[in-house]
């Protein structure tokens, strides 16, 4: 289950406390979306670009995971270069579209900030056990034991649901219901297997508290999520390099509120 | 380690929300500490529903009605968390999180222990049941009889003063059945824990038990006391009423084969597998496989969990890609087809080669037992009057015939499977790939079902069947395929 559940290797990126990186990445995520510019966007992508030895990911797996972020970078940028908002000079026309200098610094910003907001959250999600995840967000964020560890045990549900939808599948063509009608089928095959979902979440809900999930006692925690000296480091240098970006763009001029 | 608990039923009932009749009603029982007890019972005589009061989980009146009462240690079961715990039959519907070492903690930190203590629990818990895996392993990739032993693991580090097994062994191999044996026999050989164990098969545990308890279906308690006075004394009675009583497993006498045995379909150099989601290449579960599947005749296919063997099946039954090799089907099956199974219509598959899965619910397609045994006729188009005869006939057969108006989704898991082959039989394809046929059965409709299927055979239906089930092996099998779990494998004619 690769794609489900990741082998996360042990760097230096994935040392860091789940909650430090999702700190910051949220943090990245909601001040790019302030501006469109070239300069604050390419700050912010220089440095990850720089951190991305330290997250112990394989070229393999970095692609891989990257790809749909490049892809839709690259898609955004064109769109925006072929019809974005047109100014200085033109440098291409066809029929209604038209690419201006304008335009083309506007794409090379859109696409920018695509990769600056997607590929931190890539690396946090590559380089993070969704258990240490899970610990880190009840333990230090303080959200309630029952909404995270619910959500945790729900991840492992994933692995079985693939496999019953690949089941159902097989026992559609066995049955001779797999010839005709692809997507009503599709529609129906995927009703049942949320009913196998409500089902098999029933069974480990039970299983949970039959543990003693859920009760009245006061919850303890086996393993210990802490801030470390690292962890805070990792944060404050996050904030600076998103307010030297914010801050370089301000200074170039080139910083444009969306709003 | 905290003393074993005491429990104590006095008239309890219990009638699920959806249910017109109570599935437990008028229970009078007393387990004593330390006492362990394995509790019998036909299908349907409530054995699970009394272990979930136990533990607590049955929920409130939402749920269900309750009558009477039923204590552990005096306390209503809901209010005693910790005290009991409960192990499912499913190894992978009951495991919460990946690791191995947080799994076994989670229980310990439900009840708030500080840190220390919890991993020192679990190094024991650990320990008691034999699993000897790093505490970062992750638990999808322990075997059967190893997830099992961690789920007992992980109640056990809750100190539990009461166990509860409710057919802890059932989806295992032999191998895997006799690890969680002997793993429960060490853990209650102090009499620090009271035991409550369910099992179909009573070979299990009947050696490790003091007492048993048969229950009545519709209520109370149909015998107990030692195992040797109810087994001994009462078997052939308590046999009769669908129990796997040791010495009185029903026998099913062969019929006669077909001397002729044409050759239907060839599995050659097979190697099979699966591709699982994300991954760009199958992972390879058997090869170096030559199968002949023959009509008239029967081959197990035998081995432990994890073999293969229910990916082979699915190869050989035309809906699975081998990763090498080849699966032909003759003349005589393809019958105007192309050799190649996996590349015929769905509705050529279904006349050809019927195959009943692992899990009865992954097949079911309509909401009623009676809908579900027309689905294969219906896609073949075959008559109405023939559509209906053979779903009753197939019915009666297999003691479906007061559910024919339930939904599938509600029966026993014993109901499922008769259903799962039932509506399989309903095409009379020539080959028929059964994975685990016999799973949940009672001794009753267990030799009903063997019976067909022997009968099938008999009148020149090609068998693979996929089991642990041995006495179904010793009844039905003329061909065995034993895959041992590496890529070897031995084939005994």
Redo the contacts between chains.
């Keep these: 289950m690769s794609l489900v559940v990741p082998e996360i290797r042990r760097s230096w990126v994935a040392g860091v406390n789940p909650l430090a990186k999702l700190v910051v990445a949220l943090l990245v995520g909601v001040t790019l979306v302030l501006s469109i510019d070239v300069v604050s966007a390419g700050v912010v992508v220089a440095v990850v670009v720089l951190l991305l030895p330290f997250a112990g990911l394989s070229a393999r797996q970095l692609a891989l995971r990257t790809a749909p972020i490049l892809v839709s970078a690259v898609l955004a940028g064109i769109a925006t270069a072929l019809y974005g908002v047109d100014a200085g000079s033109v440098l291409l026309r066809l029929g209604p579209v038209t690419v201006t200098e304008g335009s083309l610094v506007l794409a090379a910003a859109i696409l920018l900030r695509v990769l600056a907001v997607g590929v931190p959250a890539v690396l946090l999600f590559a380089t993070t056990d969704p258990t240490d995840l899970a610990d880190a967000l009840a333990q230090l964020a303080r959200l309630p034991a029952r909404f995270v560890l619910g959500a945790l045990a729900a991840l492992r549900l994933v692995g079985l649901l693939l496999e019953d939808w690949e089941a159902l599948g097989l026992a559609r063509r066995a049955r001779g219901v797999a010839d005709r009608g692809r997507i009503r089928r599709f529609l129906v095959q995927a009703g049942t297997l949320l009913v196998f979902a409500v089902r098999r979440g029933g069974k480990l809900a039970t299983a949970m508290e039959a543990r003693g999930f859920g009760g009245t006692r006061r919850r303890s925690w086996a393993r210990r999520s802490v801030l470390r000296v690292r962890d805070v480091v990792f944060m404050v240098v996050g904030a600076a390099v998103v307010a030297g970006a914010v801050a370089a763009a301000l200074l170039l001029g080139t910083w444009r509120w969306v709003l | 380690m905290s003393p074993a608990a005491r429990v104590t039923a006095r008239g309890w009932g219990w009638r699920h929300g959806d249910r017109p009749r109570p599935a437990v009603a008028g229970l009078d029982l007393d387990l004593v500490p330390g006492e362990r007890t394995l509790l019998l019972g036909a299908s349907g005589a409530g054995k699970s529903t009394l272990l979930?009061g136990l533990?607590?989980?049955l929920g409130d009146a939402e749920d269900g009605d309750r009558s009477g009462e039923l204590l552990v240690d005096g306390l209503d079961p809901a209010a005693a968390?910790?005290r009991?715990?409960?192990v499912?039959q499913?190894p992978?519907?009951?495991?919460?999180?990946?690791?191995v070492?947080?799994e076994v903690?989670?229980?310990?930190?439900?009840?708030?222990?500080?840190?220390e203590e919890?991993?020192r629990r679990?190094g024991e818990a650990l320990a008691a049941v034999g699993l000897d895996v790093p505490l970062d392993h992750?638990t999808?990739e322990l075997s059967g009889g190893q997830k099992q032993r961690l789920a007992i693991a992980?109640?056990l580090a809750?100190r539990p003063g009461l166990l509860l097994l409710d057919e802890p062994t059932a989806n295992l191999d032999p191998e895997g059945v006799a690890e969680v044996r002997d793993a429960v026999g060490r853990l209650v050989a102090a009499r620090e824990t009271t035991l409550v164990v369910v099992e179909h098969r009573v070979e299990t545990w009947v050696d490790l038990v003091d007492r048993v308890v048969v229950l009545e279906p519709g209520g109370g308690v149909r015998a107990d006391g030692t195992p040797d006075a109810v087994l001994g004394e009462r078997g052939a009675e308590l046999a009769a009423a669908g129990i796997w009583v040791p010495g009185h497993h029903p026998v099913v006498p062969r019929g006669e084969r077909p001397d002729a045995a044409p050759e239907l379909l060839h599995g050659s150099r097979l190697a099979v597998g699966?591709r699982?989601?994300?991954?760009r290449t199958p992972r390879v579960a058997a090869s170096g496989l030559d199968v002949v599947v023959r009509a008239g005749r029967t081959t197990a296919v035998l081995g432990p969990n994890g073999a293969g063997k229910s990916t082979l099946g699915?190869t050989l039954?035309g809906?699975?890609a081998p990763v090498s090799g080849e699966v032909t089907a003759l003349p005589e099956l393809a019958a105007g087809l192309g050799a190649a199974p996996l590349r015929w219509?769905?509705?050529e598959?279904?006349?050809r080669?019927?195959?009943i899965?692992q899990?009865p619910?992954?097949?079911f397609?309509r909401g009623t037992v009676r809908e579900e045994l027309e689905?294969?006729p219906r896609?073949?188009g075959r008559p109405a009057s023939e559509i209906v005869a053979s779903r009753d006939r197939l019915a009666e057969r297999l003691r479906l015939t007061a559910l024919l108006d339930a939904n599938p989704?509600t029966l026993s898991g014993g109901e499922k499977r008769r259903l799962s082959v039932a509506?399989?039989l309903a095409?009379a394809p020539r080959v028929l790939v059964a994975d685990e046929p016999s799973f949940g059965q009672d001794a009753l409709t267990w030799a009903e079902l063997v019976r067909l299927l022997d009968e099938l055979v008999s009148r020149g239906t090609a068998l693979v069947t996929v089991t642990h089930d041995l006495e179904l092996v010793d009844a039905l099998a003329d061909d065995r395929l034993v895959l041992t779990g590496s890529t070897e494998r031995e084939a005994v004619r």
């Design positions: 979930a533990a607590g989980v968390r910790g009991v715990g409960l499912l499913d992978d519907g009951q495991t919460v999180l990946a690791r070492g947080d903690a989670f229980g310990c930190e439900n009840l708030g222990l500080p840190r919890i991993w679990v992750p999808s992980s109640v809750m699966r699982r989601f994300g991954e699915l039954a809906l699975l219509r769905s509705r598959l279904v006349a080669i019927g195959t899965f899990d619910e992954h097949q397609l689905v294969g896609a073949l989704f509506a399989v095409t």
